[in-house]
């Protein structure tokens, strides 16, 4: 996906369902017709950005790592500012700055407006004390010296795509954007975590490789690896953090370590699906990488009168699909009304063994697709249609702007959605179809003009069930697909109500859903998150959290309690 040097043209076939070119899934919606950039990639809803996400060692330096002593500490001491009162100063904010080798941009500043976004426009309420662009492990560990002296809250934001607001603070904001270094090897590649998706994609098209991952262009790897990593390759080559090898991070005490699973083991573990922002600064994944073969893929729609048979017969071929495939079903409505049931089929192989498979699914459903696009296209490129975003070069597929992480040419827009999730472990029966296809159709005659909505079904199976659920801390490993429930809106003032129809599908749903939640799409109104999200995990997680944050200086809403 190297960056073309002529200007992007204008995708060639339909943007994928739900979305407007290079929106991703969430915010597809606006269109009406997502939150992440596949053909509705579960993946692209990273948590990317927790407090204590990750980054990269540095801009152009990152290298294939040597493993280390565990818990080595750092190779100079952290600099830290003078002992101070339990309330940063000015001077103490100038102080950092000085001893910061990346940039401190505070309030006043012309730059500090864009500097303090996220993702979603409806969290700009927030204004950090300070935002850190840090240049390496060595600023993080003087920012995270600087929070404990002054008792100043911490945030790291990656990709700043957290579905709850949780890659900002009124604190010290650490912005891991520069450390965005991808650097391929023989089967093998190290990544800063600052770096989004496309820049991964793009780093390894050369050798041929990838990593599994989502497809939304602008999503950061780090929030998508800690929190498990569920994209278009994960039933051919498992979620993200079951490709990771190693990982450098910064711990709440200011050690940089570099874990693996001889090198302080149990946090290795956590670090492979415990989530973002409970453990440490991230600050270099070391990734297997797999082959990058030219796939074919489909974007089909049906009649919505024909919605519950294509769901029906949907669930039962796409998780046990052969291990190439991988699927999502999409049923979409906006405030206007009509209703789209579509489904979006990926192989890792070629059209004519692509073929076979949707006929198989639509002599399951009775009742061939209204509309079906079939395409081969370079594994770049076919990341990028699931996107929306065929045509754009790497610099378009960021949010605009001058500062790390952003891109002058970036055409990504920011939107703003809420989103519940559900793992499900045994199909949907009649009467649980009939009641989510029945939530889909309530969604216009109770959201205010110009929202959107949908329901997406992204399969499970193949590589991702065949881990052990005790081996990683991600431990939803008997799914068959998982869904995500989205609503975008044009306005605050219309949260209320779009909140309502997510809160009433969701319970609407509790007879027939696992009770398993995706942790990379942090739900702030579900109780029991922390069996929802980790199951019998949880005791070796708050176990590990005890030892490595027992100050809890990483902490939000639903971190992992010690």
Same mark, same amino acid.
């Given at each position: 996906?190297?960056?073309?040097?002529?200007?992007?043209?204008?995708?060639?076939?339909?943007?994928?369902?739900?979305?407007?070119?290079?929106?991703?899934?969430?915010?597809?919606?606006?269109?009406?017709?997502?939150?992440?950039?596949?053909?509705?990639?579960?993946?692209?809803?990273?948590?990317?950005?927790?407090?204590?996400?990750?980054?990269?060692?540095?801009? /152009?330096? *990152?290298?294939?790592? +040597? #493993?280390?002593?565990?818990? $080595? =500490?750092?190779?100079?001491? @952290? !600099?830290?500012?003078?002992?101070?009162?339990?309330?940063?100063?000015?001077?103490?904010?100038?102080?950092?700055?000085?001893?910061?080798?990346?940039?401190?941009?505070?309030?006043?500043?012309?730059?500090?407006?864009?500097?303090?976004?996220?993702?979603?426009?409806?969290?700009?309420?927030?204004?950090?004390?300070?935002?850190?662009?840090?240049?390496?492990?060595?600023?993080?560990?003087?920012?995270?010296?600087?929070?404990?002296?002054?008792?100043?809250?911490?945030?790291?934001?990656?990709?700043?795509?957290?579905?709850?607001?949780?890659?900002?603070?009124?604190?010290?904001?650490?912005?891991? /954007?520069? *450390?965005?270094?991808? +650097? #391929?090897?023989?089967?093998? $590649? =190290?990544?800063?975590?600052? @770096? !989004?998706?496309?820049?991964?994609?793009?780093?390894?098209?050369?050798?041929?490789?990838?990593?599994?991952?989502?497809?939304?262009?602008?999503?950061?790897?780090?929030?998508?690896?800690?929190?498990?990593?569920?994209?278009?390759?994960?039933?051919?080559?498992?979620?993200?953090?079951?490709?990771?090898?190693?990982?450098?991070?910064?711990?709440?005490?200011?050690?940089?370590?570099?874990?693996?699973?001889?090198?302080?083991?149990?946090?290795?573990?956590?670090?492979?699906?415990?989530?973002?922002?409970?453990?440490?600064?991230?600050?270099?994944?070391?990734?297997?990488?797999?082959?990058?073969?030219?796939?074919?893929?489909?974007?089909?729609?049906?009649?919505?009168?024909? =919605?519950?048979?294509?769901?029906?017969?949907?669930?039962?071929?796409?998780?046990?699909?052969?291990?190439?495939?991988?699927?999502?079903?999409?049923?979409?409505?906006?405030?206007?009304?009509?209703?789209?049931?579509?489904?979006?089929?990926?192989?890792?192989?070629?059209?004519?063994?692509?073929?076979?498979?949707?006929?198989?699914?639509?002599?399951?459903?009775?009742?061939?697709?209204?509309?079906?696009?079939?395409?081969?296209?370079?594994?770049?490129?076919?990341?990028?249609?699931?996107?929306?975003?065929?045509?754009?070069?790497?610099?378009?597929?960021?949010?605009?702007?001058?500062?790390?992480?952003?891109?002058?040419?970036?055409?990504?827009?920011?939107?703003?959605?809420?989103?519940?999730?559900?793992?499900?472990?045994?199909?949907?029966?009649?009467?649980?179809?009939?009641?989510?296809?029945?939530?889909?159709?309530?969604?216009?005659?109770?959201?205010?003009?110009?929202?959107?909505?949908?329901?997406?079904?992204?399969?499970?199976?193949?590589?991702?069930?065949?881990?052990?659920?005790?081996?990683?801390?991600?431990?939803?490993?008997?799914?068959?697909?998982?869904?995500?429930?989205?609503?975008?809106?044009?306005?605050?003032?219309?949260?209320?109500?779009?909140?309502?129809?997510?809160?009433?599908?969701?319970?609407?749903?509790?007879?027939?859903?696992?009770?398993?939640?995706?942790?990379?799409?942090?739900?702030?109104?579900?109780?029991?998150?922390?069996?929802?999200?980790?199951?019998?995990?949880?005791?070796?997680?708050?176990?590990?959290?005890?030892?490595?944050?027992?100050?809890?200086?990483?902490?939000?809403?639903?971190?992992?309690?010690?």
């Amino acid at each position: 996906m190297a960056e073309p040097q002529t200007p992007a043209t204008p995708p060639t076939e339909p943007t994928p369902p739900g979305r407007p070119p290079g929106t991703g899934r969430r915010s597809l919606l606006l269109a009406g017709t997502g939150a992440a950039a596949t053909a509705w990639l579960t993946a692209c809803g990273t948590a990317s950005g927790h407090r204590a996400v990750a980054t990269g060692t540095g801009p /152009g330096t *990152l290298t294939p790592h +040597t #493993p280390t002593p565990n818990s $080595a =500490a750092p190779s100079a001491p @952290a !600099r830290t500012t003078p002992a101070a009162p339990a309330t940063a100063r000015p001077g103490d904010w100038a102080a950092l700055a000085r001893d910061l080798d990346g940039t401190l941009i505070r309030p006043g500043d012309s730059r500090y407006a864009v500097a303090r976004q996220s993702f979603q426009p409806r969290f700009d309420t927030s204004h950090p004390s300070g935002v850190a662009y840090v240049a390496g492990p060595q600023d993080i560990a003087t920012c995270l010296a600087f929070a404990r002296r002054h008792q100043v809250p911490v945030a790291v934001r990656s990709g700043g795509h957290s579905y709850a607001g949780w890659s900002t603070t009124s604190g010290l904001l650490i912005d891991v /954007g520069r *450390l965005s270094t991808v +650097t #391929p090897s023989q089967g093998a $590649a =190290a990544v800063g975590s600052g @770096a !989004r998706l496309v820049d991964v994609y793009a780093g390894l098209a050369s050798r041929g490789a990838t990593v599994p991952a989502g497809s939304c262009p602008s999503v950061g790897v780090a929030g998508l690896t800690l929190g498990g990593g569920v994209g278009v390759t994960g039933r051919a080559y498992g979620l993200t953090s079951d490709n990771l090898t190693a990982a450098q991070i910064v711990t709440a005490d200011g050690r940089i370590r570099t874990v693996d699973a001889t090198h302080d083991p149990d946090l290795f573990w956590a670090l492979r699906g415990g989530g973002g922002g409970n453990f440490g600064v991230v600050t270099r994944f070391d990734f297997r990488t797999h082959p990058a073969p030219a796939c074919s893929y489909a974007f089909l729609s049906w009649p919505w009168r024909q =919605a519950a048979a294509v769901l029906r017969a949907w669930q039962s071929w796409a998780p046990a699909a052969p291990d190439p495939y991988w699927s999502s079903l999409h049923l979409t409505a906006d405030y206007r009304g009509p209703q789209q049931v579509e489904v979006t089929v990926v192989n890792l192989g070629p059209a004519s063994s692509l073929q076979n498979q949707i006929d198989r699914l639509a002599a399951s459903a009775g009742a061939s697709p209204s509309s079906a696009v079939v395409r081969s296209r370079s594994y770049p490129d076919t990341m990028l249609a699931m996107a929306g975003s065929l045509g754009w070069t790497v610099a378009q597929c960021h949010l605009p702007g001058d500062l790390p992480g952003r891109r002058p040419a970036g055409r990504v827009v920011r939107a703003s959605y809420g989103a519940r999730s559900d793992f499900y472990t045994r199909r949907l029966p009649d009467a649980g179809i009939g009641t989510l296809l029945a939530a889909v159709e309530r969604y216009a005659r109770t959201v205010p003009a110009g929202g959107s909505a949908a329901v997406a079904l992204d399969a499970l199976g193949g590589a991702v069930n065949r881990v052990r659920p005790q081996d990683t801390a991600f431990v939803h490993r008997d799914g068959l697909f998982l869904a995500q429930y989205i609503a975008n809106w044009p306005a605050d003032a219309s949260v209320p109500r779009h909140q309502a129809w997510l809160d009433g599908l969701w319970q609407s749903l509790r007879p027939y859903a696992s009770g398993q939640a995706y942790q990379n799409y942090p739900d702030p109104q579900l109780s029991g998150w922390q069996q929802s999200y980790y199951g019998a995990n949880l005791p070796r997680l708050r176990r590990v959290k005890a030892a490595y944050d027992p100050e809890r200086l990483f902490t939000f809403p639903q971190a992992i309690p010690n």
